[in-house]
């Protein structure tokens, strides 16, 4: 069956370390990986996207990666602040198939100072 | 820009009523999307438009759930009658992806949370 699981449901970090968030998936092709950010009682911000044929994007202090021999994706915010303290939904994008688009249930970030 | 305005904020209702949301996309954008987020969930993609016409509602429950993109701007999503599991925000999101290939940003608005009493 076709599953994608990010790495935990909630993930603590202390103020200045780097937070790496992870999103597996199984039995999906995507051709596209989003990356989203959510806070209470708002809707998902979209932070970054990565196609199949890249490895590594970079915006600032977010990296994210894409593996589709692992069929992981790792997200990783440098230099954390309390600020950063949300949820992160990761996104996979089918084109055309069964479901075009599906997310994974979040992993809740919180940064300590 | 204006963000994708959604409304109303909240709505109460009992079980078998009908409800209505209303989305109001970012000018411009030809594809529009309605999820479904329950509490601690991902949102689940229930239908997305590309202008007026339908590309995926595979995921959405047809005997009770209808969507509509008049003139490819606003949208309607509605629910008749709803029952205690659709309790959930339903966002609404946008993007100028023309060709249906989800390799453009979905700008979301903050939704409607919905409670069936």
């Known amino acids: 069956s076709q599953k994608i699981e990010q790495n935990s449901e909630a993930l603590n970090i202390q103020e200045g370390k780097t937070a790496t968030l992870t999103c597996n998936y199984t039995?999906?092709?995507?051709?596209?990986l989003q990356w989203y950010r959510q806070d209470p009682g708002r809707g998902p911000v979209f932070l970054l996207l990565?196609?199949?044929?890249?490895k590594e994007k970079r915006k600032e202090r977010l990296k994210v990666t894409f593996d589709t021999t692992l069929k992981q994706s790792l997200f990783h915010i440098t230099a954390s602040q309390p600020a950063d303290s949300a949820t992160y939904l990761c996104?996979?994008?089918?084109?055309?198939?069964?479901?075009?688009?599906?997310f994974g249930k979040g992993t809740r970030l919180s940064v300590i100072a | 820009e204006a963000g994708v305005a959604q409304s109303p904020r909240y709505k109460i209702i009992e079980k078998r009523q009908s409800v209505a949301f209303w989305c109001n996309p970012i000018?411009?954008?030809?594809?529009l999307y309605w999820y479904q987020q329950i509490l601690g969930q991902g949102p689940k993609l229930l239908i997305q438009?590309?202008?007026?016409?339908?590309?995926?509602d595979s995921q959405l429950p047809k005997d009770r759930f209808s969507a509509e993109r008049l003139k490819g701007v606003d949208s309607t999503l509605k629910i008749q009658p709803a029952k205690l599991e659709d309790s959930a925000v339903y966002l609404c999101?946008?993007?100028?992806?023309?060709?249906?290939?989800?390799?453009?940003?979905?700008?979301f608005g903050d939704g409607t949370r919905l409670s069936i009493l």
């Open positions: 999101a946008s993007s100028l992806d023309r060709l249906g290939l989800g390799n453009q940003p979905q700008h």
């Open positions: 039995n999906y092709s995507p051709a596209y």
């Open positions: 990565i196609r199949e044929n890249e």
């Open positions: 996104a996979l994008v089918v084109p055309r198939g069964n479901t075009p688009l599906v």
């Open positions: 000018s411009g954008h030809a594809t």
């Open positions: 438009f590309q202008n007026n016409g339908v590309v995926d």
